[in-house]
């Protein structure tokens, strides 16, 4: 089976523009979920989709949002960039989700540069 | 927010020796994960402990869970240059999301 898969790897970006990411899950897998890593606050929660659907959300402002296909594919979008945006986005996809003990499989991550 | 918080933050052994990380975490959870990451690569998921298992094995890798005192921790055994990488513990909060410590930052000296 193919892993997670993430585009783009790399992306730079100046402040006020916006940013779409993609996520293609483990096929199968109906849940996927985002994190953000940074130095400073380690990895944080983004949001997670299963079946279409947003289920639970981070403490992340309006200008993060995602949205997942029917095919279980999920895009995040940041708008309005700021250079604290600057991070390690991971998506990781399961079959039902992390509250159902399941392993998580992540992606590679995209590495997002504000400038 | 971190719900874990991993002890040490850094580790610096030989190759051969055993390595020792630790994880505490604030609330009840059902679960508890170990995650390896590779200089900023994704995440490998290493081991998943159940909130009612008190000590699981997986080949070099052994990990215990103490709920009493929302702790865990992860032994390598017979450490090799390729576990050279960050360490994460991860809690579930039953709602569809893992909440990871801050991570362990191993490196193993040939």
């Known amino acids: 089976k193919a892993g997670v898969t993430q585009t783009p790897r790399y992306l730079i970006k100046t402040r006020g523009q916006q940013v779409t990411l993609s996520c293609s899950p483990i096929s199968g897998h109906r849940s996927v979920s985002w994190y953000q890593q940074t130095p400073g606050q380690g990895l944080q929660f983004l949001f997670e989709?299963?079946?279409?659907?947003?289920?639970n959300k981070g403490n992340f402002p309006g200008r993060f949002s995602g949205r997942q296909f029917s095919n279980s594919r999920s895009e995040m979008n940041v708008s309005t960039l700021e250079l604290g945006d600057s991070a390690l986005y991971l998506c990781?996809?399961?079959?039902?989700?992390?509250?159902?003990?399941?392993?998580?499989?992540f992606g590679p991550g995209t590495r997002l540069l504000v400038l | 927010s971190q719900q874990g918080e991993e002890d040490p933050q850094a580790l610096s052994i030989q190759e051969g020796e055993n390595a020792t990380m630790n994880c505490s975490y604030k609330t009840s959870i059902n679960n508890l994960q170990w995650y390896r990451q590779n200089s900023g690569r994704g995440l490998v998921h290493l081991i998943l402990i159940r909130s009612n298992e008190r000590e699981k094995h997986s080949g070099r890798l052994r990990v215990t869970l103490d709920t009493s005192k929302k702790s865990s921790s992860l032994l390598i055994t017979a450490s090799r240059a390729a576990d050279t990488a960050s360490y994460f513990c991860?809690?579930?909060?039953?709602?569809?999301?893992?909440?990871f410590g801050q991570g362990t930052r191993l490196t193993i000296n040939p």
């Open positions: 990781a996809s399961s079959l039902q989700g992390a509250g159902m003990e399941e392993t998580q499989y």
């Open positions: 991860a809690t579930d909060e039953g709602a569809q999301k893992l909440v």
């Open positions: 989709y299963f079946s279409e659907t947003q289920r």
